[in-house]
């Protein structure tokens, strides 16, 4: 009896209006079915799994399946979401990356850890100026042009004189000067096939260049990533010194809005087709095009313009075109030339059409 009450007056608790309860405290997923009673706080069921190795700090139980004690329910009353938010992310640095529900667990889970382990948020904490916190220094394994090695490479990066560089041996001069101005990260854990993988880009002679790298040690990764973060927050908020906040934190890193593999046919649409592996960069409006998604560089690029400026993308083949595959295709067509590609299956044909036309849409 006491338990089903008690069960009610938690369920009740998680959904109480002014708590933040309803949403998943460390990635926001709605609904969250578990709590932390150490911590007062509701979590969905992915980020109990990261606390549940943190015993040290935060201990889980189910919301509906553990038995919930009166002073445990009490403790959760006067605790709760909003204001474990309040002590715990009193001080996020705003170039500081707040994982979501759909991203990586080397992300979430130092979030967590940052959070509620090391405390690096509590308001005590002296808050890095993005110019110190863009400044790093060490060891990342990379990925050698072969694609079948990583190797330990030294890499530094500078907020200061914004740049990131790394070296082959560190008697000689850089491998790479990397200027801030257009570097970007992003995890890619299957891509890399490293829970700890990220990938570098950025332009040099026009064309975008791909590094990828990784290490051991999750803090590490993530730490390097925030950091780069940083450097690009400085480097924005000196170029861009009246853009609001809320419209140059999103410019500071990217992932692509979708990645994956498509056939691809020549200009006059009777070459044979060619398996690539494409990526869409939405802030560049760039599809690039590479024979391995591990390439340092892609075969091709496609920039994909407005609406208003002739360009469209549509299911089936241009007028005229005709082609022996079972398959579904998609035309994208721009000024200068109609692109065809094959999908796999017409999921993957409907998700490719949506993320073109919505750059396409967008101004
Ligand atoms: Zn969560």
Request: aromatic share 12%.
């Amino acid at each position: 009896m006491e338990h089903d009450r008690n069960k009610t007056r938690l369920l009740e608790l998680q959904r109480a209006a002014g708590t933040g309860n309803d949403r998943c405290a460390d990635c926001g997923e709605p609904d969250p079915v578990w709590a932390s009673y150490k911590l007062g706080i509701f979590v969905c069921l992915y980020c109990s799994g990261i606390h549940r190795n943190l015993p040290g700090v935060t201990r889980v139980k189910s919301l509906r399946l553990d038995f919930w004690e009166n002073d445990l329910i009490e403790f959760m009353k006067s605790h709760g979401n909003l204001r474990a938010k309040a002590k715990y992310e009193a001080k996020v640095p705003p170039y500081y990356y707040i994982p979501h529900s759909n991203d990586c667990l080397v992300l979430r889970e130092q979030w967590i850890r940052a959070k509620y382990e090391r405390e690096e948020f509590v308001a005590a904490r002296v808050c890095q100026d993005p110019c110190t916190a863009g400044s790093r220094e060490g060891f990342l394994w990379k990925l050698g042009p072969g694609r079948r090695q990583f190797h330990k490479r030294h890499f530094l990066l500078s907020a200061r004189e914004g740049v990131m560089k790394y070296y082959e041996k560190e008697s000689r001069g850089p491998k790479a000067v990397i200027s801030v101005q257009s570097l970007n990260a992003m995890f890619q854990e299957v891509k890399t096939g490293h829970a700890h993988g990220l990938q570098i880009t950025y332009n040099t002679d026009g064309q975008t260049r791909n590094l990828f790298v990784y290490h051991e040690s999750g803090k590490e990764i993530v730490d390097w990533f925030n950091a780069i973060r940083a450097a690009r927050y400085h480097y924005l908020r000196t170029a861009f010194p009246n853009v609001p906040e809320h419209e140059l934190i999103p410019r500071i890193t990217r992932n692509f809005v979708k990645e994956g593999y498509m056939e691809k046919t020549g200009p006059k649409h009777k070459e044979a087709f060619k398996e690539r592996w494409f990526s869409l960069d939405s802030q560049e409006r760039n599809l690039m095009y590479f024979k391995d998604p591990l390439d340092e560089f892609a075969r091709g690029q496609i920039f994909i313009g407005r609406r208003d400026e002739g360009y469209e993308v549509r299911p089936g083949f241009p007028m005229g075109v005709r082609v022996k595959k079972r398959k579904p295709v998609i035309t994208l067509v721009t000024p200068g030339r109609e692109f065809v590609f094959i999908c796999d299956n017409d999921k993957k044909q409907k998700e490719w059409i949506d993320a073109l036309d919505g750059i396409i849409s967008q101004c």
